[in-house]
């Protein structure tokens, strides 16, 4: 899924329970931390670091090692690493 220049990250907040990221268009999506145990696990301070992609088709923690792509939460997607984990485990 190509990310295009109207679904492209706007900016990045956070409630006590999801991210909210508004992208360009006007839509919000609120995504539960819960799909990002990294981001769940972190410090309000720590997620406030987020940088958004030049394209804005990305979001990045450089303290969390933590990258989300705006595609993949319009997709439904969570963390994939957990996902992985979990079907190996």
Known sequence: MNTSVNSAARSV????????????????????????????????????????????????WEELDEDISVAGLLAGTGDLTVKADVAHG
């Open 13 to 60: 907040s956070f409630t006590a329970a999801d991210m909210v990221v508004e992208l360009q268009d006007g839509r919000a999506i609120r995504i539960p931390l819960a799909w990002f145990p990294r981001l769940a696990n972190a410090t309000p301070q720590q997620r406030e670091k987020a940088r958004i992609s030049e394209s804005g088709a990305g979001i990045h």
